[in-house]
């Protein structure tokens, strides 16, 4: 006897009819069309799609849900922004930092997105955010895996504590080692800092995850550092290059350099495309640059590409519900990727492209991994990103985490009543 069945969905990436999936002890046991097998419990999926989980590369746990306090960012820029949370910081408690962690991690799990991989800003002393996040991740552990990585937001070098302060973080059990180059006070400042952090993260058998190139200065490349000391160190697969704004910005024959050296050293981009379309081009008038890092070229050229949401309500972005298919919808249209393969493309950087940057186990639809997927209002990938429908069932482990009843509008057209879903 099986635990759950979940009977006539059609499965992401799978062009082969419907299917049904059995799953035991928190594992995918069967896939199959037409399965016999009983279960406790079962649930008809109507022929809608059913996805792995969505995965939020990119986040900043520490800062999401402070809007307005103690005020709004009213130009949106990211100078403000900074300054503002220099605000923010002191005003800060643990308690204050868990509850804000486990009410986005609510939003996340009724959106279908059960992996995030945040940020935490290690330039203060008490490391607070970093104690205090560490026991979120012990305590949504049911429900999300949550990756921390070490922050040295206001420079690794430029903070004269940062270096010290980021080895506390890591010794106190946060997973990825962080930077932010393109923030020292000089190229060499930064590009010392990369060697620095990426000879760290050998050391200890840790992965990398810096914000890198976060800048419309054509001649902020960092990356190219970042690529040739993880092929350096033996650290391929395991480098992320977060934000890569600057590549929007350089020169072409440079890039046509860049990128094979990025491909060499199976550098994982994340792209934030929320965040960049609102930051990026603020010192230009027109034409405005976009300022999102080159997802089509990227991704086209091998690399794995994810999406981040990056940002929820916090002094940068004043948006948002922690929806990845809105992440996912903005770089398509930001990355003019409307073809039907770069659209697929773009639902795989919310979903097993992330996956693939965060290293997680078990994650897929095969038969052996978790039984942790998503059922969504739509019938395939591209009607998911048009609409960004309703998360119907949201499971985890193989049992129910998060329920939304379908939607629809009624019409009173003139005689007639009619039910839209806006489904053709
Ligand atoms: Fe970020």
Not at 31 to 47: I, R, T, W
Not at 50 to 65: K, N
Not at 110 to 134: F, M, N, Q, W, Y
Request: hydrophobic fraction near 40%; glycine fraction near 8%; include cysteine.
């Amino acid at each position: 006897m099986l635990d759950l069945i979940i009977r006539n969905a059609r499965l992401a990436g799978d062009k082969d009819g419907l299917k049904d999936i059995g799953c035991k002890d928190g594992r995918i046991a069967v896939v199959e069309s037409s399965l016999e097998a009983k279960a406790k419990e079962e649930f008809d999926a109507e022929g809608y799609l059913l996805t792995a989980p969505f995965v939020d590369s990119h986040f900043h746990m520490d800062a999401t849900l402070t809007y307005g306090r103690p005020r709004v960012n009213q130009s949106g820029t990211l100078l403000e922004g900074i300054a503002l949370w220099s605000e923010v910081k002191p005003l800060l408690d643990a308690e204050d930092i868990k509850s804000r962690a486990h009410q986005l991690c609510r939003w996340a799990a009724a959106k279908g997105t059960l992996a995030i991989r945040s940020h935490v800003d290690i330039c203060d002393p008490s490391l607070l955010a970093v104690e205090a996040l560490l026991e979120v991740v012990k305590e949504v552990e049911p429900y999300i895996d949550l990756q921390l990585v070490a922050f040295p937001q206001d420079g690794f070098f430029r903070d004269p504590q940062a270096e010290e302060l980021l080895v506390r973080a890591l010794d106190k059990g946060v997973h990825v080692v962080g930077g932010i180059p393109h923030f020292e006070r000089s190229m060499e400042d930064g590009s010392r800092s990369v060697t620095a952090l990426c000879e760290l993260a050998a050391e200890r058998g840790l992965m990398v995850d810096m914000h890198c190139d976060e800048s419309d200065d054509p001649h902020s490349r960092h990356i190219e550092m970042l690529a040739r000391e993880t092929s350096r160190l033996g650290l391929q697969g395991r480098v992320t290059g977060s934000h890569l704004t600057s590549m929007h910005s350089m020169d072409n024959y440079y890039v046509s350099k860049l990128i094979p050296l990025m491909k060499e050293a199976e550098i994982n981009v994340i792209a934030n495309p929320l965040i960049n379309i609102t930051l990026q081009g603020r010192h230009d008038t027109y034409p405005k640059r976009r300022g999102m890092t080159r997802v089509k070229e990227l991704a086209e050229a091998g690399l794995n590409v994810a999406c981040g949401h990056d940002c929820v309500m916090d002094p940068w972005y004043s948006l948002g519900s922690h929806d990845m298919l809105e992440v996912a919808s903005m770089g398509l249209h930001v990355g003019q990727m409307t073809g039907q393969a770069e659209m697929m493309e773009m639902f795989r950087s919310v979903t097993e492209n992330g996956a693939k940057t965060l290293g997680l186990e078990g994650y897929g639809l095969e038969v052996g991994c978790n039984a942790d997927f998503v059922i969504l209002q739509a019938k395939n990938e591209i009607e998911a990103l048009r609409l960004r429908p309703a998360r119907l069932r949201v499971y985890r482990r193989g049992k129910l985490l998060s329920s939304t009843p379908k939607q629809s509008a009624t019409v009173y057209w003139g005689d007639v009543t009619a039910d839209v879903d806006f489904t053709l």
